[in-house]
């Protein structure tokens, strides 16, 4: 399972620095939007694991359900001349680090208690 884990990372990693792909500068907003909210589902669903409580189906709603509510809100705050970007990325980067903090405790205790 490790294996496979690595090898996709390394499988994307290698697409993403090879393929050239160029984002106009107009979407940057929306794309970072949503990569913050994607990069919130991810960390969700690692805590969500630990917790003996994942559900696959809540992770993949929660991952492109919130990229893409993320990423419809920036453009409607474009559109309505309001930048309503910087709500999502307070919110889902506070998500980020608290649920990064609950992993970082959880590792952190785990290992002491092998030591």
Same mark, same amino acid.
């Given at each position: 399972?490790?294996?496979?884990?690595?090898?996709?990372?390394?499988?994307?990693?290698?697409?993403?620095? =090879?393929?050239?792909?160029?984002?106009?500068?107009?979407?940057?907003?929306?794309?970072?939007?949503?990569?913050?909210?994607?990069?919130?589902?991810?960390?969700?669903?690692?805590?969500?694991?630990?917790? @003996?409580? =994942?559900? @696959?189906?809540? +992770?993949?709603?929660? =991952? +492109?359900? @919130?990229?893409?509510?993320?990423?419809?809100?920036?453009?409607?705050?474009?559109?309505?001349?309001?930048?309503?970007?910087? !709500? !999502?990325?307070?919110? +889902?980067?506070?998500?980020? +680090?608290?649920?990064?903090?609950?992993?970082?405790?959880?590792?952190?205790?785990? =290992?002491?208690?092998?030591?």
């Amino acid at each position: 399972m490790a294996l496979i884990i690595i090898l996709s990372l390394a499988l994307g990693l290698a697409i993403g620095f =090879f393929l050239p792909i160029n984002l106009p500068p107009a979407y940057t907003s929306y794309l970072s939007v949503a990569i913050l909210a994607a990069l919130d589902s991810v960390f969700g669903g690692i805590r969500a694991s630990l917790e @003996n409580k =994942f559900n @696959n189906a809540i +992770f993949i709603s929660g =991952f +492109f359900g @919130n990229a893409i509510l993320a990423a419809v809100l920036a453009y409607i705050g474009d559109v309505l001349g309001v930048p309503i970007y910087l !709500a !999502a990325i307070f919110a +889902f980067g506070s998500r980020l +680090f608290t649920n990064f903090a609950y992993i970082r405790r959880y590792i952190l205790n785990n =290992f002491s208690k092998k030591q």
